[in-house]
């Protein structure tokens, strides 16, 4: 007979692994303002309700005034499971059309509802196909990187389910490698935070499952840890449906996953800079001179909060 596992147990299973994905690349992005690089990031926003429309709206108005290079998603690009099928038309009206007109490029990041209940590689790959089918939409791969022309940087987007439901270290590895080559910005865009003041919490604490090596997602905790913190200026995710800026071990984390719904800021120990349960999106403009701003904008179109950012000081790339 088989023993009978306890709870604990069954919770802190490591999950499975996977094939490693290869990394992608999105063909570089060239800003419309040499020098100066300019986006618009928006997270969990697709459920095809009023409030991502309403966010929407508010975003491509703010890109046609101040403008925009490329509008950002941070995951979730559908609820509740993601893709029910390779041609499932709520992503042309959920992912694409609610922003592809504010902006030359729409760079995409997977979130965990983007694979069904977490664990659907069929799903993200369906995402991936009509990605490449789409002009502007841009998925090359699960995990990839867009060089910036006319700022120096570049902007990597990562597969946080991945590494959190199967293995982080290929993630890992990728991010140890390129971001210390990087001579300019260096922008990480993923679904989940590494530190956030909401309801999910921090990496290693999810949910309040501090010490679980699954569930507490201590193999992102880790990934964050040893990549972000030593290389990366700007760290963006979602995953919490509010607004935050967070400063952490020299980088600055921006959470906003607040395109579709909202829920509470929760006190988890990281004194944000700012914070607020309102539906809206985050606009970045930085500047080949290492400064630059994040603008928090509501769902109305008002700005919450304006903070100055500057790229991180370092004597060679």
């Not at 299973?13 to 800003?31: D, M, R």
């Not at 604490?205 to 200026?233: H, I, M, Q, V």
Request: proline content about 7%; aromatic content about 8%; charged content about 20%.
């Amino acid at each position: 007979m088989f023993p009978v596992l306890s709870m604990m147990s069954v919770l802190q299973l490591p999950a499975c692994t996977t094939a490693a994905q290869p990394p992608g690349a999105a063909s570089p992005l060239q800003v419309a303002q040499p020098g100066h690089l300019r986006l618009a990031v928006v997270g969990d926003a697709g459920k095809g309700n009023a409030t991502q429309r309403e966010v929407a709206a508010a975003l491509a108005t703010w890109c046609a005034a101040e403008g925009c290079d490329a509008v950002l998603l941070a995951g979730d690009l559908l609820y509740p499971r993601g893709m029910e099928s390779p041609t499932d038309p709520r992503a042309g009206d959920w992912i694409e059309a609610p922003y592809v007109d504010a902006a030359p490029r729409l760079l995409l990041a997977l979130g965990n509802h983007d694979y069904g209940h977490g664990r659907s590689q069929q799903k993200a790959e369906w995402l991936v196909a009509w990605a490449a089918g789409r002009p502007g939409v841009e998925l090359p791969q699960r995990h990839y990187e867009v060089e910036l022309r006319g700022v120096p940087g570049s902007v990597l987007v990562l597969d946080t389910n991945s590494a959190f439901q199967f293995d982080e270290a290929p993630q890992q590895a990728w991010l140890a490698d390129r971001l210390p080559a990087i001579d300019g910005w260096r922008i990480v865009l993923g679904h989940h935070p590494f530190r956030s003041d909401g309801r999910h919490g921090n990496a290693g604490a999810y949910e309040g499952w501090r010490g679980l090596p699954y569930l507490s997602g201590r193999a992102l905790e880790t990934l964050f840890t040893e990549t972000l913190c030593p290389y990366a200026d700007i760290y963006l995710s979602g995953h919490d449906h509010n607004l935050q800026l967070i400063e952490h071990c020299g980088v600055q984390l921006v959470v906003s996953g607040a395109g579709a719904s909202t829920t509470p800021i929760v006190d988890r120990g990281n004194d944000p800079s700012f914070a607020a349960a309102d539906a809206g999106f985050v606009w970045l403009s930085l500047g080949d001179d290492g400064q630059g701003e994040a603008v928090a904008v509501s769902g109305e179109g008002e700005v919450l909060h304006r903070q100055l950012l500057r790229r991180r000081l370092r004597a060679s790339p």
